[in-house]
């Protein structure tokens, strides 16, 4: 029998100043205004002042970020028709 492995997503916030993020599967960029992460329930944007990452662990799929958090968002996924040009659906 095989073992499990836990893969939750989780967003703990303390004070707006420091985050710990579990099911995080990729970092995709980061600067000191905005973050953008890949996670198990899509992709996430953090944004907000000074943000650092402090801790990153893949293996145990978790994040931690210091700084000031303003804004999380997820993605929203669309579809292909939506992601086209308005033109390029007019002139299929």
């Known amino acids: ?3 499990k492995k836990d893969t939750n997503h ?4 303390e004070d707006r100043n420091r985050m710990i993020i579990t099911g995080v599967k990729k970092v995709k960029s980061f ?8 996670t198990l329930e899509g ?3 953090i944004k907000g002042q000074d943000l650092g990452v ?3 662990n893949l293996e145990q799929s978790e994040l931690e970020i210091e700084g000031r958090m303003d804004l999380l968002a ?3 996924n669309r579809s292909p028709e939506a992601s086209r ?3 390029e659906r007019i002139f299929k």
């Open 54 to 56: 402090k801790n990153l």
């Open 85 to 87: 040009g308005m033109w």
């Open 74 to 76: 997820y993605a929203t």
């Open 43 to 45: 992709g996430l944007v």
């Open 31 to 38: 600067d000191p205004k905005e973050i953008h992460l890949d």
């Open 1 to 3: 029998m095989t073992e």
């Open 10 to 13: 989780k967003i703990l916030i």
